[in-house]
C-alpha cells in the first residue's frame, strides 16, 4: 500500500514536471477561480460594511431651547438612554456645535465672517440619538415624540423615516442581488475547475488506455491524477492568495478613503479568516478537481 | 494467425486480454477460465497474457525504462527487484543502451523491443503479438520475428498475428488460418495460404 501510494505520488510529480505547459495551464486557471472567489468575497464584505456604515449615520436630533440648564439636558440624556432599542446618545454642546460648524465651513470665508459677527453662539444644544436597532425606527419616533420635556425645542423626525425605508430597500436589494451574482459566479468556477481537470486528463487517455493494457488497476492509474490534482489546488491557491494579498494592499488606501472615518481594514479582515477561508477554499477546490479525474478516468480507461 | 482484415483476429485476440468477452463459447489458458472475468480480475490476466501491439503502446513521457519498469510497478514490485530485473530483460530484446531514451527518440524497431521487453518482465505464459511488424520496414520486421522466436525457445507460448505471408512462410510453425470469424485451417508445418 506504502508503495504504492509512493510511486503514485512519483508518477504525479513526474507527469506535473514533464508536461510542464499543460501543469502551467491548469494552475493559472485555478488561480483565476480562486481569485474570482476573492474578489467576489471582498465585494460582498465591502458592501456589507458600507450598508453598516450607512445605518450607522441614521440617528434623530433633538435640539434644545438654547438657554437650557446643563442638568436638565444630562436629566434628559439619561431618560432617553433608558428607553428601548437606544445605542447611544450623544451631547453636542452649544460650544462643540459651534466649533463642528466651524470646522464643517472653514473652508468657505463668507459664513465664518457672518458667524463673526455675531457676538453670541447662535447655535442651540442637541442631544443625538442612535438606534441600536435600524429595523425597529418606528418605536423609537413614537417614544421620542411621547417625550415631554420643557427644553425640547423641536422634533421632526418625518424626513428620516422616509429616507430609511429607501435605504433599508437598497441594501435589502443590494445584499439579495449579491447573493444571486454570488452563486452564479461560484457555479461558473466550479464548472471551469471541473472542466480544467477534465481536458487535463483528456490529453492523457492514450496513457491511461495503456496502463490499463499494462495490468495496472484502476486505484493504481486514479491514483497519480488524484494526487496531481490536489498539488494544481495547494499551487493555485498559494500563488491565488499572495496575488490577492497584494491586490489587497492596493486596494486598502481607497477603501480607507472612501469609508473616511469609519475604521474598516480589509486586509485585517482577510488576515483574521485566512485559515477558515484557505482551508475552505482547499476543500472546496480539491472535492471538484477529485471528482473530475475520477469521471474523466473512468471515460478513458477502456482501450 | 493469419487472416484477411476484418476477419476477426484482433477481436481473437481482445478475447484473450479480457477487453471483449464472446457471446458464446469458453476461452481457457491453461486451467484458467477466462470467459467472463470480472473487472478486477484483469489486471492479473495481462499478467499472464501479455500483447503487443502494431503501434508498440508505449508511454510518451516516460523513458524505456520506465515504461517497461512501469509493468512491475503497477503490480507493487520492489524498486530493487525492478532495478534487476529491468535492465536484464532490455539487454535481451537488444536495447541495453538506449534505456534512458524516450519512445520519440527511438526508431520503431526500438519501441516494439522495449513493448516486448515490458510484455516479458512478468515471464507471461503466452505472448501475444498483434501485427507486431505492420509499422515496421522488412529488416526490423525480420528482427522482431527473430525475437520472439528466441522468446519462444525460452518457453513462452507466442501467438503472432500477421498478415505478411513473407515471415509466416519463412517461420514453418503452426499456422491457423481464419476466414469470416471461422477457423478454416490448421497446419501444425504451414505456410501462408489465402
Known amino acids: 500500500m506504502f ?291 475520477l469521471v474523466a478516468v473512468r471515460k478513458y480507461s477502456n482501450v | 494467425m493469419v487472416g484477411q482484415s476484418g476477419t476477426g483476429k484482433t477481436t481473437l485476440v481482445r478475447c484473450l486480454i479480457g477487453e471483449e468477452q464472446p457471446t458464446e463459447g469458453k476461452i481457457t489458458i491453461g486451467d484458467w477460465d477466462i470467459t467472463r472475468l470480472s473487472k478486477n480480475q484483469i489486471p492479473f490476466l495481462r499478467r499472464q497474457v501479455a500483447v503487443i501491439f502494431q503501434d508498440f503502446k508505449l508511454l510518451p513521457k516516460k523513458t524505456l525504462f520506465e515504461n517497461v519498469a512501469f509493468a512491475l510497478e503497477v503490480a507493487g514490485k520492489s524498486g530493487d527487484k525492478i532495478r534487476s530485473i529491468v535492465p536484464q530483460v532490455m539487454k535481451i530484446v537488444g536495447l541495453g543502451s538506449k534505456m534512458k531514451r524516450y519512445p520519440h527518440e527511438v526508431s520503431g524497431g526500438e519501441q516494439q523491443r522495449a513493448a516486448i521487453a515490458r510484455a516479458l518482465v512478468y515471464q507471461p505464459k503466452v505472448l501475444l503479438a498483434d501485427e507486431p511488424t505492420g509499422n515496421l520496414d522488412s529488416i526490423n520486421a525480420q528482427e522482431i520475428v527473430d525475437l520472439l522466436k528466441k522468446i519462444n525457445e525460452f518457453g513462452t507460448t507466442v501467438v503472432l498475428v500477421t498478415h505478411n505471408r513473407e515471415i509466416v512462410n519463412r517461420l514453418k510453425r503452426r499456422v491457423v488460418t481464419l476466414h469470416d470469424g471461422r477457423v478454416i485451417s490448421d497446419q501444425a508445418v504451414g505456410k501462408y495460404s489465402l
Open chain 1, 3 to 293: 508503495i504504492s501510494l509512493a510511486r503514485a505520488a512519483k508518477f504525479s510529480l513526474q507527469d506535473i514536471i514533464r508536461n510542464v505547459w499543460l501543469s502551467l495551464v491548469t494552475i493559472i486557471i485555478l488561480v483565476l477561480a480562486f481569485f474570482s472567489v476573492n474578489l467576489l468575497l471582498s465585494v460582498q464584505v465591502i458592501s456589507k460594511a458600507a450598508i453598516d456604515t450607512v445605518r450607522d449615520k441614521i440617528d434623530v436630533s433633538l435640539y434644545l431651547k438654547n438657554d437650557s440648564a446643563e442638568s436638565d439636558i444630562l436629566a434628559l440624556r439619561a431618560q432617553i438612554s433608558a428607553m428601548d432599542n437606544v445605542r447611544e446618545v450623544i451631547y453636542v454642546s452649544k460650544q462643540q456645535a459651534l466649533e463642528d460648524f466651524q470646522t464643517k465651513h472653514q473652508n468657505n470665508p463668507d459664513i465664518l465672517e457672518a458667524l463673526r459677527e455675531l457676538d453670541t453662539n447662535p447655535l442651540s444644544p442637541s442631544l443625538i440619538v442612535r438606534p441600536s436597532d435600524i429595523n425597529k425606527y418606528e418605536t423609537l419616533i413614537t417614544n421620542l415624540n411621547r417625550l415631554s420635556s420643557p427644553i425640547i425645542e423641536s422634533r421632526n423626525f418625518d424626513d428620516q423615516s422616509l429616507m430609511l425605508q429607501k435605504i433599508n430597500s437598497i441594501t435589502d436589494r443590494v445584499s439579495q442581488a449579491g447573493f444571486v451574482v454570488s452563486l452564479l459566479f461560484i457555479f461558473i468556477t466550479l464548472l471551469v475547475l471541473y472542466n480544467t481537470i477534465r481536458v487535463a486528463i483528456y490529453t492523457h487517455r492514450t496513457e491511461i488506455g495503456i496502463e490499463r493494457l499494462v495490468g495496472a488497476s484502476d486505484w493504481f492509474i486514479r491514483a497519480p491524477f488524484i494526487i496531481s490534482s490536489l498539488i494544481y489546488t495547494l499551487i493555485g491557491l498559494i500563488l491565488s492568495s499572495a496575488i490577492f494579498y497584494i491586490f489587497l494592499t492596493l486596494l486598502q488606501p481607497y477603501l480607507e478613503a472612501f469609508f473616511m472615518n469609519y475604521s474598516f481594514n480589509i486586509i485585517n479582515y482577510f488576515q483574521a479568516n485566512a485559515l477558515q477561508f484557505f482551508v475552505l477554499e482547499f476543500i472546496g477546490a480539491a472535492l471538484i478537481n477529485i471528482t473530475a479525474s
